[in-house]
């Protein structure tokens, strides 16, 4: 089945990039998600890569799928203290839709 | 609009007591999905239903009881907690659930289960 792994925490100043890493072990899953998730929230789709792709940017969030490595990271430029959240990246096990996430990074933006 | 409501919004209950969770989505998706975090791990998914149909029971004890009553509407009866159930119950929701076929998932806020 599929496994994910992700560094467990990120400090990052104020207006630098944060680039979050995660690393996977099934290729079966068609797309691959970023999922934030705040303090006492639920999680909030933040963006998706189609697993054919290699880069996609949406705004401030660009990501990048190496899929030889299995490797997909999530860029942040100029972070915000509202990006401090926990990340975790997914993708699905078998043939349906259950989604298999990371542990989570933990984002934290100081000033 | 990519809403997802659960309520409540927070809730203890004692070992002996039975509640139910609810979750409703207006995206006009016909697969929702019932994920337990718990306290600084990943969610992890308890059932799917596709049309209206248990598709997954991922091996969930059977004092959780999930029900659907129709596409929009999915709900979490609970019975006989221990402690251990303590945690956020999420619940999803994606397309048609359709095995083989992978669907973007949207989350509702959870429900926050204390079981004292």
């Known amino acids: 089945g599929e496994d994910v792994e992700q560094s467990l925490f990120l400090s990052v100043r104020e207006g630098d990039s944060s680039v979050i890493n995660c690393t996977y072990t099934?290729?079966?899953?068609?797309?691959l998600y970023w999922y934030k998730q705040e303090p006492g929230a639920g999680l909030q789709l933040l963006t998706y890569?189609?697993?054919?792709?290699d880069m996609k940017q949406d705004q401030r969030l660009t990501v990048l799928l190496n899929k030889k490595d299995k490797h997909l990271s999530l860029r942040i430029a100029d972070t915000q203290t509202g990006d401090s959240a926990i990340y975790f990246c997914?993708?699905?096990?078998?043939?349906?839709?259950?989604?298999?996430f990371g542990a989570g990074t933990r984002l934290a933006v100081h000033p | 609009d990519t809403e997802v409501t659960q309520t409540p919004k927070h809730l203890v209950m004692g070992m002996t007591n039975k509640k139910s969770l609810k979750c409703e989505q207006h995206?006009?998706?016909?697969?929702m999905y019932w994920y337990k975090q718990k306290a600084k791990k990943p969610p992890e998914l308890m059932f799917v239903?596709?049309?209206?149909?248990?598709?997954i029971n991922e091996s969930v004890p059977s004092r959780f009881s999930p029900e659907c009553p129709n596409s929009s509407l999915l709900n979490l009866h609970l019975h006989a907690l221990q402690p251990e159930d303590s945690a956020l119950y999420l619940c999803?929701?994606?397309?048609?659930?359709?095995?083989?076929?992978?669907?973007?998932?949207?989350f509702g806020p959870g429900t926050r289960l204390l079981v004292l």
């Open positions: 239903y596709s049309y209206e149909k248990l598709s």
């Open positions: 099934d290729s079966s899953s068609t797309y």
């Open positions: 999803a929701s994606s397309q048609t659930g359709t095995s083989g076929n992978q669907e973007t998932q949207y």
């Open positions: 890569i189609f697993s054919n792709m």
């Open positions: 997914a993708g699905v096990s078998g043939g349906y839709n259950k989604l298999i």
């Open positions: 995206m006009g998706h016909r697969a």
